[in-house]
């Protein structure tokens, strides 16, 4: 137990002991029976002494044997007897040192069975409270540190899932940016050296987002119009791009390079796999007290898409890591031609509609 806790816990002895002792001084000066302050002061010093010194013995073996660790349920028969046994222990304490030092209050002669149960009935007034306050402040205690240390736990899963998450995303998107420019150098180096501009952009706001559990939305649309000009390099015609904004959506936070992710999935499974090409579509709004961003693309929604993988289960992981359950992800497809994912965010600050 830390230092501050030891002391905090002999204060309490002290104060409370010496509390019944202050109580049974004030009985003692409104009853009938007067007892000399001598041998009044005697028995007040004994009973705070003794019980004392037996529930210290009594936290020693609470201690020792883990009573605090123990579910209430199994916990407290053991209690019970403990407190049994101390209540006895005391009142033999008691007992035998008022009798040798005849330190008696009472003028009436019981027997040594007698006054070993009623003694041991007192006491019982003294240690039941003592025992309820001591293990039910070690109780809340524990239960209090056992959700900080879940807390901590959760918090620290959180920032290593975050963590490997976009470890992950930075690779891939890496990897799908140099296939673009490979497939340039050779036929058009004058566009692979622009799109080399463009990677080198990109690169440099996806290093500064990597610290970050969120961005605006305008930084991370920034990022995504540069590799979208990258991907039409390589596209040309077949690429068409359409954004539908609105202004005031620029400010709200969302997990960085998750935008990113998503279209590059639009373009991967969706435009290249289209003889013609087809078109992407970026549209941000807000739906009521959310955030609603939707990535259209020409194409089917099929199983390889929502099996592929890493992209979308990334997605589905941040937003719940970062925002909670009130996010939400979906891929879907509309119409015959056209596949959309929906991002929904809570909003800060959004528009009532």
């Known amino acids: 137990m830390p230092k501050s806790n030891t002391k905090y816990y002999w204060w309490c002895q002290v104060g409370g002991w010496g509390s019944i002792a202050l109580i049974m001084i004030f009985v003692s000066s409104i009853s009938d029976q007067k007892v000399p302050a001598k041998l009044l002061a005697q028995q007040l010093g004994l009973i705070v002494l003794s019980g004392i010194f037996v529930t210290h ?25 403990g407190v049994l046994v101390v209540c006895t222990v005391e009142a033999l304490i008691r007992i035998g040192i008022v009798s040798f030092f005849n330190l008696s209050i009472s003028k009436q002669k019981f027997n040594f069975p007698q006054r070993l149960f009623a003694s041991t009935l007192e006491n019982g007034f003294f240690i039941i ?4 306050i001591y293990y039910f402040y070690h109780y809340i205690e ?130 290249s796999k289209q003889l013609k090409g087809g078109q992407v579509k970026i549209i941000s709004d807000f739906k009521g007290q959310y955030h609603e961003l939707v990535i259209q693309n020409s194409g089917r929604l099929n199983g390889t898409l929502t099996a592929d993988g890493f992209g979308l289960e990334s997605t589905r992981n941040r937003l719940q890591l970062v925002f909670g359950p009130k996010a939400s992800f979906d891929i879907r497809e509309v119409g015959s031609s056209m596949v959309e994912a929906v991002v929904i965010i809570p909003a800060e600050g959004a528009k009532a509609v």
Request: net charge neutral; hydrophobic share 45%; charged share 25%.
């Open 57 to 81: 013995l009594f936290r020693l073996a609470i201690r020792k044997f883990n009573w605090l660790m123990l579910p209430i349920e199994k916990a407290f028969p053991k209690l019970i007897i």
């Open 129 to 132: 409270p003592w025992t309820l």
């Open 142 to 271: 524990k239960s209090r540190k056992q959700q900080l240390d879940t807390l901590k736990l959760e918090s620290l899963v959180k920032a290593l899932e975050l963590k490997t998450i976009k470890s992950h995303i930075n690779p891939h998107f890496i990897f799908n940016a140099l296939n673009s420019i490979r497939a340039l150098i050779d036929e058009n180096p004058s566009r692979a050296r622009t799109a080399i501009t463009e990677l080198s952009n990109i690169l440099r706001s996806s290093m500064q987002a990597e610290k970050l559990e969120t961005v605006t939305f305008e930084k991370e649309l920034n990022i995504v119009k540069d590799y979208l000009a990258l991907e039409h390099i390589r596209f040309e015609d077949r690429l068409q791009i359409e954004y539908e904004i609105d202004e005031e959506t620029l400010n709200q936070p969302i997990p960085p390079m998750m935008l990113q992710t998503l279209v590059e999935n639009a373009i991967k499974h969706g435009i």
